[in-house]
C-alpha cells in the first residue's frame, strides 16, 4: 500500500503564487509515476501534471504548460507543484495520485490517491 498526503494548498489572488506538496509513503519503490488531478465544482475529475519516480519526465496538461512546475524532492518520495500566474479558473481541489506504471492522463490508470487539498483563486 501506499499512502499520499497532500499539504499547501490556500487561498490567493489571481496572478499570484501557490505551491502544493505531496508525501508519499509505504511501498514507494514501486512506484513509477506520481501525479496532480484537479477537481473543480460540478466539473470532472482533470488531470494536470505528472512526474516519473525518477524526476527525469515531466508532462502537463495544455492548460497549465508555462504556469506550472512539476518537480520530486531531494528525498524522491515528496512531489511539488509550484502554481505561477493563477487564474480564477485554477480553483479546485488538487489531488496527489501515484501509480505503479509509466504515465498516463487517465485518472483511472492511477493505483493511489491524496485526500485533496483546495485551492482558490480570487479574481
Known amino acids: 500500500q501506499v499512502q499520499l498526503v497532500e499539504s499547501g494548498g490556500g487561498l490567493v489572488q489571481a496572478g499570484g503564487s501557490l505551491r502544493v506538496s505531496c508525501a508519499a509513503s509505504?511501498?514507494?519503490?514501486?512506484?513509477?509515476?506520481m501525479g496532480w488531478f484537479r477537481q473543480a465544482p460540478g466539473k470532472e475529475r482533470e488531470f494536470v501534471a505528472a512526474?516519473?519516480?525518477?524526476?527525469?519526465?515531466?508532462y502537463y496538461a495544455d492548460s497549465v504548460k508555462g504556469r506550472f512546475t512539476i518537480s520530486k524532492g531531494i528525498a524522491k518520495s515528496t512531489m511539488y507543484l509550484q502554481m505561477n500566474s493563477l487564474k480564477p479558473e485554477d480553483t479546485a481541489v488538487y489531488y496527489c495520485?501515484?501509480?505503479?506504471?509509466?504515465?498516463?492522463?487517465?485518472?483511472?490508470?492511477?493505483?493511489?490517491w491524496g485526500q485533496g487539498t483546495q485551492v482558490t483563486v480570487s479574481s
Open positions: 509505504g511501498r514507494t519503490f514501486s512506484i513509477k509515476t
Open positions: 512526474i516519473s519516480w525518477t524526476g527525469d519526465s515531466t
Open positions: 495520485a501515484a501509480r505503479y506504471r509509466d504515465y498516463d492522463e487517465n485518472q483511472y490508470e492511477y493505483d493511489y
